[in-house]
């Protein structure tokens, strides 16, 4: 085993992990990270194809390595919003989470906007 | 198992650690400052892949920069939230429905990473082959800033955007305004000593950054980035107040850099022959007076993203 095969197992498990976050943590700053850790395991992919494009010299193809960091900074942006629209919610609501679409038929009706 | 096998392996499995205790621990300040540390030590990932420039962003971002944005809204959260943990906890169902799922989209992913393309795709003699052409001994700056200069142009609008929305943000009434708090200085804190120390030191590794970038890894957007976050200690331990973010001055530093990159692609339309394109040698100092004004321009978007929309009236 190669480390770039080694780190790519890790990326792979990466995008599990912020996967699961994103899905079952209703707290919408939990899934703020949890989809940072997946997009941290998908650049991470991106760095093992790198890796194993290595020629003429280069420890790495540097096409997708700059491709990843384009991407790094796009993520940043996109969380700053997400993370300045959270902040709004909470400051509104007094509530970080979304309520769920359809709520279970104890709790009380939703109400027509 | 080799030595830096035997490294790589304990440095993965440490990072997938603390990204489950990202995802699962109990509050979300543990969770922030798990996730800071998972940004770092995916730095260091990256300068295994043999990636040192995406190592440099990686670390400065992804471990600084997010790290101080969360943490300004996790703090901000804790005050402003009336019920502190959602009530709603999902179901065991849904729990392990998400975790199969996931599990099989982390095995997929795996899958392709143990079935390597052969041969295996590259464009690294393509990128060797045309760097003299563009006078630059980095190839990552070369993709950044020539071959592929136009997702970086795209790259700044996006910046430039994800600014206009937090800034809509806000409230009519404070439109144009300074954001957030103003924070008091406290002389005894080691935050003010820190944030009189580290910027002089921030700043020139910034610049040294961005001049070496051409050649060795670095650029515009890690020094940018470290700028920013010399600004942002600066702007938090009350030395500096944010500025108002309908000054004219602010506005044309956030649009200095991405205004020059496009003055100098459509001149590409006269000089050269195509957009974005530079005349024969002159691609470097044409790339080295990009990088300049777009590095200030990063720095003081970052800046601002983390600073937040407006949170005070302007003064009239």
Same mark, same amino acid.
Do not use: E
């Given at each position: 085993m190669t480390s770039a095969t080694l780190y790519g197992l890790m990326g792979a498990g990466l995008v599990g992990l912020g996967l699961y976050g994103l899905v079952v943590y209703p707290h919408a700053l939990r899934k703020i990270l949890a989809f940072n850790v997946l997009g941290g395991g998908v650049f991470l992919l991106f760095g093992v194809i790198a890796r194993r494009g290595a020629?003429? &010299?280069? &420890? &790495?193809?540097p096409v997708p390595q700059a491709l990843v960091i384009t991407g790094i900074v796009v993520a940043f942006s996109a969380t700053a919003l997400a993370v300045a629209l959270v902040v709004r919610l909470v400051e509104e609501t007094g509530m970080a989470a979304l309520p769920s679409d359809d709520p279970p038929a104890e709790r009380a009706p939703r109400t027509e906007p | 198992m080799t030595p830096p096998l035997a490294l790589d392996a304990g440095l993965a499995v440490l990072v997938l650690a603390v990204a489950a205790s990202t995802i699962a621990a109990r509050g979300t300040f543990a969770s922030v400052i798990g996730f800071v540390t998972y940004g770092l030590l995916l730095a260091l990932a990256w300068v295994r892949l043999s990636a040192v420039d995406v190592a440099l962003t990686e670390a400065a971002i992804g471990g600084g920069v997010t790290g101080v944005l969360l943490l300004t809204a996790s703090a901000r959260l804790r005050r402003a939230e009336?019920?502190? *943990?959602?009530a709603e906890h999902p179901g065991l169902v849904l729990r392990v429905t998400a975790a199969i799922l996931s599990t099989l989209v982390a095995a997929g992913l795996a899958a392709v990473v143990l079935m390597p393309a052969s041969p295996v795709p590259t464009l690294a003699p393509a990128a060797m082959a045309n760097l003299p052409a563009t006078g630059l001994g980095n190839p990552v700056a070369a993709v950044l800033l *020539?071959?592929?200069a136009w997702d970086t142009l795209l790259e700044k609008v996006v910046l430039l955007l994800a600014l206009l929305g937090v800034w809509s943000l806000a409230p009519d009434l404070l439109w144009g305004g300074r954001p957030g708090p103003r924070h008091l200085v406290r002389q005894e804190s080691p935050l003010t000593l820190l944030a009189q120390f580290l910027p002089p030191v921030g700043i020139v590794v910034s610049i040294y950054l961005v001049w070496n970038g051409a050649t060795a890894p670095g650029g515009a957007f890690p020094g940018g980035t470290i700028l920013a976050a010399m600004w942002i200690l600066v702007m938090q331990a009350g030395l500096a107040d944010a500025p108002a973010v309908g000054s004219r001055t602010l506005r044309i530093v956030l649009v200095a850099g991405a205004a020059l990159f496009l003055a100098v692609g459509l001149a590409g339309f006269v000089? *050269?022959? *195509?957009?974005?394109a530079y005349p024969a040698g002159y691609a470097k100092p044409l790339i080295v007076a990009i990088e300049i004004p777009l590095t200030l321009s990063i720095a003081a978007t970052l800046g601002l993203l983390v600073a937040g929309p407006p949170a005070r009236a302007p003064e009239a």
């Open positions: 020629s003429s &010299g280069l &420890g &790495g193809d | 009336k019920s502190p *943990a959602p *020539a071959y592929r000089v *050269a022959d *195509a957009f974005l």
